[in-house]
T-cell receptor, first 113, second 114 residues
């Protein structure tokens, strides 16, 4: 699976959009971009994933650049409960894949009142 | 609906004692199962994964072992704990039927080795 690079930490004001960047310049054609978050002392929680088109669900939006070398997770109206470590992960989806996720260090997002 | 249970939630063990952490999944069949560990202040490290009964793959050399005696049961064990085994252990599952799909994590087991 391709490696990802994320800033170690970011701050965001409550009610504003949080934009979390991720670089994955070595991504291959059958690798998806996944985002998870981990609130302190809990298990990681799935947020969203995509291949090449932008995706949106009730939690967030995922914007993937046309060359797929980077992506941005957008939390449109951040709340204090969104304070967490956010992980960007690239995962192979071809035959024989085991579904395992390899986590990096992630971005610690601090939402401030 | 599918659920995942881990226990115990917290335990304190002396160095050299054995360990058994258990994870069960309900509401699905033939899941892929995973054990992760998170040491204090560190990221999540994949320890083991299993795609079927009796099939265990180890990701890193260590003092721990895993077993899958039943389809929806995944056990993490050690014969003799080390101080470095302390951490937050997470079990996760994924549908084994599709290549896509998210991992669902349990609530975790926090182990302190003294």
């Amino acid at each position: 699976d391709a490696k990802t690079t994320q800033p170690p930490s970011m701050d965001c004001a409550e009610g504003r959009a949080a934009n979390l960047p991720c670089n994955h310049s070595t991504i291959s054609g059958n690798e998806y971009v996944y985002w998870y978050r981990q609130i302190h002392s809990q298990g990681p929680q799935y947020i969203i994933h995509g291949l090449k088109n932008n995706e949106t669900n009730e939690m967030a939006s995922l914007i993937i650049t046309e060359d797929r070398k980077s992506s941005t997770l957008i939390l449109p109206h951040a709340t204090l409960r969104d304070t967490a470590v956010y992980y960007c992960i690239v995962r192979f989806h071809g035959s024989g894949n085991t579904g395992k996720l390899i986590f990096g260090q992630g971005t610690t997002l601090q939402v401030k009142p | 609906s599918q659920t995942i249970h881990q226990w115990p939630a917290t335990l304190v063990q002396p160095v050299g004692s054995p360990l058994s952490l258990e994870c069960t999944v309900e509401g699905t069949s033939n899941p892929n199962l995973y054990w992760y560990r998170q040491a204090a202040g560190r990221g999540l490290q994949l320890l083991f994964y299993s795609v079927g009964i009796g099939q265990i793959s180890s990701e890193v050399p260590q003092n721990l072992s895993a077993s899958r005696p039943q389809d929806r049961q995944f056990i993490l064990s050690s014969k003799k704990l080390l101080l470095s085994d302390s951490g937050f252990y997470l079990c996760a599952w994924k549908s084994g039927r599709v290549n896509t799909g998210e991992l669902f994590f349990g609530e975790g087991s926090r182990l302190t080795v003294l």
